[in-house]
C-alpha cells in the first residue's frame, strides 16, 4: 500500500469542511477508485500557516520515515500578510527540499500545488481588497514556485485557474466565503490522480 504525506496550509487541512472532504482525503480516495491503494493521507497543515511557520511544524513532527509521495502547497499566507517574495522563494525551496527528503530522494513523486485566488471570493469583497492585485501578487508567488519545482524536478500541478473560475460560486466555497468547499477541493484532486497515477507507475485506465 502506498503512502502519502500532505503539507501545507488552510488549503491542505481544508478549512471548514469534513476531513474527508479534504483535497488529500479525496485524492486518496481517487486512487484507491482506480485501484491504486493508498493509505490515508499523514497531513502536517494548518490554517494560518506561512512557510516558515510549516518548517516550524515539520520539525517538530520530527517524521524519519519517507512515503511514495507527497504534495506541498504552501504561501498563500506569505502573500496575504504582505512578505517579501524573495524570502518566500528561501524558504519555499528548503520546504521542497525537504518534502524531496520525505519522499524518498524521488523528485518525480513531489507534487507542488499552485496557490489559490482568494481575491475573488466574497470575503476578499467584503475586505475591500483589490481583486487584481491580490492576483497579481498571487500570480508572482506561483511563477517563482513553478520555477522552483522545476529547477528540482518536481511536479507544479496548477488549480489557480479553478479557484478564479469558481471563486465566487457560493457551491465552490465553504460557508466562510473564503475557503474552498467540497466541491472545489474536487477539482484539484482530479488533477492531481492522473498525475500521481503516472508518477507512481500506474497509467489511468483509458488515458
Not at 506569505?78 to 530522494?105: P, V
Not at 506561483?142 to 489557480?160: E, L, P, Q, S, V
Request: charged share 20%.
Amino acid at each position: 500500500m502506498y503512502t502519502y504525506l500532505a503539507l501545507g496550509d488552510s488549503y491542505t487541512i481544508g478549512e471548514r469542511v469534513p476531513m474527508a472532504e479534504n483535497f488529500p482525503h479525496q485524492l486518496v480516495q481517487r486512487l484507491n477508485q482506480e485501484q491504486v491503494e493508498v493509505a490515508a493521507p499523514v497531513i502536517i497543515a494548518k490554517t494560518g500557516w506561512t512557510t516558515d511557520e510549516l518548517a516550524a511544524a515539520i520539525r517538530e513532527h520530527n517524521l524519519h520515515e519517507t512515503f511514495s509521495f507527497v504534495t506541498l502547497l504552501i504561501g498563500v499566507n506569505n502573500q496575504y500578510r504582505g512578505r517579501d517574495i524573495g524570502n518566500y522563494k528561501q524558504e519555499f525551496a528548503s520546504l521542497l527540499d525537504q518534502a524531496i527528503a520525505f519522499a524518498g530522494g524521488r523528485t518525480h513523486r513531489v507534487f507542488v500545488v499552485s496557490i489559490p485566488d482568494w481575491g475573488v471570493t466574497p470575503f476578499a469583497i467584503a475586505e475591500g481588497r483589490d481583486p487584481a492585485q491580490v492576483a497579481s501578487e498571487i500570480d508572482a508567488y506561483n511563477n517563482a514556485c513553478r520555477k522552483i519545482a522545476h529547477r528540482m524536478g518536481c511536479h507544479f500541478t496548477d488549480i489557480t485557474d479553478s479557484t478564479r473560475a469558481n471563486g465566487s460560486n457560493a457551491l465552490f466555497l465553504a460557508e466562510d466565503g473564503l475557503h474552498p468547499s467540497a466541491k472545489e477541493y474536487a477539482v484539484w484532486a482530479a488533477r492531481l490522480t492522473p498525475e500521481v497515477m503516472k508518477a507512481l507507475g500506474k497509467e489511468q485506465p483509458g488515458v
